[in-house]
């Protein structure tokens, strides 16, 4: 892939993950490449990685469309991911180094920063930095690509989350206690930790069904 595809890919995901382009909304070939300043074909390359990650889906005669995630499969793939992240926080815990330890300190620092600034989107970007660090720290190579891309499918919803009223103090309030766990050794508390961080369930699956129309409104 050259720098210039995936540059496009990136700035495409980007604005799928924050709500420029819309679940269900038409991704017009034509339209972005005037957008881009790219012909078409870079374009139609791109929508077939991103349909490759689950982000596009491409239908036959109809075109591309921003993927759409019905409650069933978000509660699924949440309740996959929980158990993903916890499983990285168990294994960092036990193999985080002292310098990857720093990163993630630094990493819940911004994370405070972005929350006492009353800034919900940079504190969502300071968010995706912390757990990545938590990936990292687990040294499990596979496991991380495979958390990552379930990431980037829940990345709207995700960050859809981090809008609800008081979600932002208690995200961090949670990154506190996993910081803890990490940084002392303890594998099940920073798993258990995670796992109840990430999975929606009970207030927090009614909140993002609650906001799912604010994220798929105006789709064309």
Request: glycine content about 6%.
């Amino acid at each position: 892939m050259t720098n210039h595809s995936a540059s496009l890919r990136e700035q495409i995901e980007e604005m799928i993950a924050v709500g420029v382009f819309k679940p269900g909304q038409h991704l017009d070939e034509t339209e972005l490449a005037t957008r881009f300043g790219v012909s078409r074909t870079p374009i139609r390359e791109t929508l077939i990685q991103l349909a490759s990650m689950g982000l596009v889906v491409i239908r036959p005669r109809r075109g591309a469309i921003v993927a759409e995630l019905g409650p069933q499969q978000l509660v699924e793939m949440f309740e996959v991911m929980s158990e993903m992240e916890a499983t990285c926080g168990r294994l960092a815990a036990r193999r985080m180094t002292p310098e990857e330890q720093k990163a993630l300190l630094a990493a819940h620092q911004a994370c405070l920063a972005a929350l006492e600034a009353h800034e919900p989107d940079d504190y969502y970007y300071k968010n995706e930095v912390f757990h990545e660090a938590i990936y990292a720290g687990s040294h499990n190579q596979f496991l991380i690509e495979q958390t990552r891309n379930l990431y980037r499918r829940l990345r709207p919803y995700r960050r859809l989350q981090l809008r609800v009223r008081d979600r932002l103090a208690n995200s961090y309030r949670e990154h506190e206690g996993v910081v803890q766990a990490i940084v002392s050794g303890d594998g099940d508390l920073a798993a258990r930790l995670l796992r109840e961080h990430v999975m929606i369930q009970g207030q927090r699956f009614s909140d993002l069904m609650a906001s799912l129309p604010q994220l798929s409104q105006h789709a064309a």
